[in-house]
């Protein structure tokens, strides 16, 4: 019996990590994609001119992050996309350029990042100067 309850005791400290373990390992890999793919936006806008209308133009229309939803872009030079840009605590925009993010492991999100549905977000801010989670930013 007490083998059962020292086990059960170790059982309940152990899955808990382990989950945790599991889902920081998915937000690098968030953090990681968004790297990529701001690196594919930015050479396609050099060459162009212009940044692409969705993802699919630079190859990545089908890529989804590590949750299995597909990365949200943004294209905030497009006068179709004023005003959407996402909007930090004190309301400013994220990014002058493009935003590009994940939904995180909830799958929803709000356009500012402060609201609690959104803190989960793998964003990318700054211009791509920070890539991270909503949270930290």
């Given at each position: 019996?007490l083998v059962?309850?020292?086990?059960?005791?170790?059982?309940?400290?152990?899955?808990?990590?382990?989950?945790?373990?599991?889902?920081?390992i998915?937000?690098?890999?968030?953090?990681?994609?968004?790297?990529?793919?701001?690196?594919l936006?930015k050479?396609?806008?050099?060459?162009?001119?212009?940044?692409p209308?969705?993802?699919?133009?630079v190859?990545?229309?089908?890529?989804?992050?590590?949750?299995?939803r597909p990365y949200?872009?943004?294209?905030?030079?497009?006068?179709?996309n004023?005003g959407?840009?996402?909007?930090?605590?004190?309301?400013?925009?994220l990014?002058?350029?493009?935003?590009l993010?994940?939904?995180?492991?909830?799958g929803?999100?709000?356009?500012?990042?402060?609201?609690?549905?959104s803190?989960?977000?793998?964003?990318?801010?700054?211009?791509?100067?920070?890539i991270?989670?909503?949270?930290?930013?």
């Amino acid at each position: 019996m007490l083998v059962l309850a020292i086990i059960g005791v170790l059982m309940g400290i152990a899955i808990p990590k382990y989950q945790d373990y599991r889902e920081r390992i998915k937000q690098a890999q968030a953090i990681q994609d968004i790297r990529v793919i701001q690196i594919l936006v930015k050479s396609y806008a050099e060459d162009s001119g212009s940044y692409p209308a969705s993802l699919a133009t630079v190859g990545n229309g089908g890529k989804l992050d590590p949750w299995g939803r597909p990365y949200v872009y943004l294209d905030l030079t497009s006068p179709k996309n004023m005003g959407k840009a996402r909007k930090d605590r004190r309301l400013f925009p994220l990014n002058s350029d493009f935003d590009l993010y994940s939904l995180g492991k909830d799958g929803v999100s709000a356009a500012p990042i402060g609201s609690a549905v959104s803190l989960d977000d793998v964003i990318r801010a700054a211009g791509g100067g920070f890539i991270g989670l909503a949270k930290r930013y």
